[in-house]
């Protein structure tokens, strides 16, 4: 159990004891002991009292002999907490033998599906996937490792109307061409040329709607063709996803052509559960609570006046799908801030419908957008979306070119692989260390920087520790006893207990910067305990102990950023 829970149960009882109901301790990390908690002043406040007499009060009550070599009430009614030396070193010496690092597996564990990432077929991956595809697979990373099921959905766009002109395209380039220019990434050019023909070419727009119904209609020709369309995209895809080191795989990708059969019974069952409503000729479902600015209800448009299914009908397919078809309990729809209307609107209309009702419950892990320096939406020099692929080139370029410089001893190969580790992880750690419903601007001194709050920064304190072993041609013995006689040593302990409460507190809430944050405060730890504690200089059991907490601490960045799909690389 971690600190912060344990301290927590120790003083509810005596809060409650004094207060006459539960309440919340609300114990946190403090700068002037260990913990500190501070419910003594919101509850002095009910019970008309002096906030110092009632945290007195509950510090005469509450059992914390065994674990607080102090508790102190401090300022207007604080109770600070100092944890006892062998309580912390018994803590550590439980960790450092424990390869979950304290962190057990879900008791209960659930299926969840995590929809993200998200790319059109025929159009480059650009900045805007970056977001939804990094949140995302760090939230499967996690949820994954506390042993839920977990389902990757990469809900393509492989269908509707815009495929008719992309295959007609496709037949007048021939296969041949077509099938190499896709495959070559170039994809924009692909889309742009048959968008180009469909505005200005009358006949190949005709052809192009023709091809349209005959694709609905499940023509075989068009079909294959449809599937070549979507097979080189898809490739390209997969490319993008290995530069990124993301954990999506060809078996994730889920096309909205793969719910088209169950748009019909899925339209029909809310029509039966009287649902459906028409508005302007389109069949729509009148989710409660959804009222526009002028107080009117809001529409959820799910099957158009043209016969025609809309984007709500998809999304409340799979949805219905994933709970009831995969027995999902958890659905997470990791997607841009903006869409955040469209998604509560589809929640509460799969709620209505008994498509989502305890225990399932669904989640926007809505975001914002990435800037440039000039605080604006992030575009190329032409003015257009940053390509995906170039973002990511530049940044294991730049991070390459710094890695030679650090170190020139590092061979060819290997200063390539610390620049893609570097590069890619200074690029996820930039989006996934500040709160993900800002937007957040692009900075690449700052992403790369070996100090502060960046990846660089802790995938240096990894490696420093690897190189101590290595210098000394020694390994950590989990079962040596823990000595904290040293303030940088307990503060360090300190540090590594409290893994498994944030870790825990991230699966719920998916807020990942609040992991990066613990994982730089470790870092910058070690580097004052490394600073101010001789470890190969120390002896006997000092030395034992000190090896201990390098090798934890080593262990717990390199799980902490692998939940964050960042490599750790040896040497830097």
């Not at 097979?231 to 990708?253: G, M, P």
């Not at 008994?354 to 990435?370: C, D, K, N, Y």
């Not at 040593?489 to 507190?505: I, M, N, P, Q």
């Not at 990942?512 to 470790?522: D, M």
């Amino acid at each position: 159990m971690d600190l912060e829970r344990l301290l927590s149960d120790r003083l509810a009882p005596a809060f409650a004891a004094v207060a006459g109901v539960p309440v919340d301790p609300v114990v946190r990390r403090s700068q002037h002991a260990d913990f500190q908690s501070d419910a003594a002043l919101g509850l002095a406040r009910r019970l008309g009292r002096p906030p110092r007499a009632v945290a007195e009060e509950v510090r005469e009550r509450a059992e914390l002999a065994d674990l607080c070599a102090a508790v102190e009430v401090s300022g207007p009614g604080f109770l600070n907490l100092t944890v006892a030396d062998r309580t912390l070193g018994g803590m550590v010496s439980a960790l450092a033998v424990d390869p979950r690092l304290g962190v057990p597996v879900a008791a209960t564990p659930e299926t969840v599906v995590v929809d993200y990432s998200a790319p059109n077929v025929a159009k480059e991956m650009h900045v805007g996937h970056l977001r939804s595809t990094v949140i995302g697979d760090a939230a499967a990373r996690t949820l994954e490792w506390l042993g839920h099921r977990v389902s990757r959905a990469n809900h393509l766009g492989d269908w509707g109307t815009p495929f008719g002109m992309l295959i007609e395209h496709l037949v007048d380039l021939g296969e041949a061409e077509a099938a190499q220019e896709l495959s070559m990434g170039d994809l924009d050019t692909f889309y742009t040329a048959a968008r180009r023909k469909f505005d200005d070419d009358a006949a190949f727009r005709d052809r192009s709607r023709s091809r349209v119904v005959a694709l609905q209609g499940g023509d075989p020709a068009t079909l294959r063709l449809w599937r070549l369309l979507v097979a080189q995209s898809e490739s390209y895809f997969l490319t993008v996803y290995d530069l990124l080191d993301v954990t999506l795989s060809r078996a994730d990708f889920r096309g909205e052509s793969s719910y088209h059969d169950l748009l019909a019974p899925t339209v029909d069952e809310l029509d039966r559960l009287g649902l459906l409503r028409r508005s302007d000729g389109a069949e729509c479902v009148f989710p409660p609570g959804s009222v526009g600015r002028d107080g009117e209800p809001l529409p959820l448009i799910v099957r158009k006046s043209d016969g025609g299914y809309g984007y709500p009908a998809t999304d409340l397919a799979a949805l219905r799908h994933r709970t009831g078809t995969l027995g999902a309990t958890r659905l997470l729809y990791v997607v841009g801030l903006p869409q955040r209307r469209h998604f509560e609107m589809v929640f509460a209309a799969a709620a209505q419908a008994g498509w989502l009702t305890p225990p399932a419950r669904a989640e926007h892990v809505g975001f914002g957008s990435i800037l440039g320096a000039d605080g604006r939406m992030l575009r190329s020099r032409a003015g257009g979306s940053v390509k995906l692929v170039g973002l990511l080139t530049e940044a294991v370029e730049r991070a390459t070119a710094l890695a030679r410089e650090r170190n020139p001893e590092l061979g060819e190969a290997e200063a390539a692989e610390v620049g893609r580790a570097v590069g890619i992880g200074a690029i996820k750690f930039a989006d996934l260390s500040g709160d993900r419903h800002k937007d957040y601007v692009l900075d690449w001194e700052r992403m790369l920087a070996l100090d502060g709050n960046t990846a660089p920064y802790l995938q240096y304190a990894y490696s420093r520790i690897r190189s101590i072993f290595r210098r000394a041609g020694v390994a950590a013995r989990p079962d040596a006893g823990i000595s904290l006689a040293e303030p940088a040593e307990r503060a360090l302990a300190v540090e590594l207990v409290g893994f498994a409460a944030v870790v825990d507190a991230v699966a719920g809430s998916l807020e990942f910067h609040h992991l990066a944050a613990y994982l730089h405060r470790l870092a910058a730890a070690f580097s004052a305990f490394y600073e101010r504690c001789p470890v190969l200089r120390a002896e006997g059991a000092v030395r034992e102990s000190r090896l201990v907490l390098c090798d934890l601490t080593a262990r717990v960045l390199h799980q902490g950023l692998h939940l964050l799909g960042i490599r750790t690389p040896e040497r830097l």
